[in-house]
Nanobody
């Protein structure tokens, strides 16, 4: 069983930056495919980015160039650096860990972009 805890959310002005963190409990973190998703009010949850165990990354198109996913296996952590934030980036951001049939989600971190 893996538990995921996100942190780093908050209120930021348009154009600002935030860095989300997700810490995983349990072993074998380094083997997990780690993702970030987000869900805006009244909308479906959407993919943001993932990072493989080997460090390869992939992003949803509109976030490429503004968001950066990274991981630190020694700290059982994955990060999402978000720059040039826009009001439409306002959402609850979720961390997800997947390995085979194992699929875990965190509780989410609220990010609000507003002046």
């Amino acid at each position: 069983q893996v538990q995921l805890v996100e942190s780093g959310g908050g209120l930021v002005q348009p154009g600002g930056s935030l860095r989300l963190s997700c810490v995983a409990s349990g072993s074998d973190f380094r083997f997990y495919l780690m993702h970030w998703y987000r869900q805006a009010p009244g909308k479906q949850r959407e993919f943001v980015a993932f990072i493989t165990s080997g460090g390869n990354t992939n992003y949803e198109g509109s976030m490429k160039g503004r968001f950066t996913i990274s991981r630190d296996n020694a700290k059982n952590s994955v990060y999402l650096q978000m720059n040039s934030l826009k009001p439409e980036d306002t959402a609850v951001y979720y961390c997800r860990a997947k390995l085979g049939r194992n699929d875990y989600w965190g509780q989410g971190a609220q990010v609000t972009v507003s002046s």
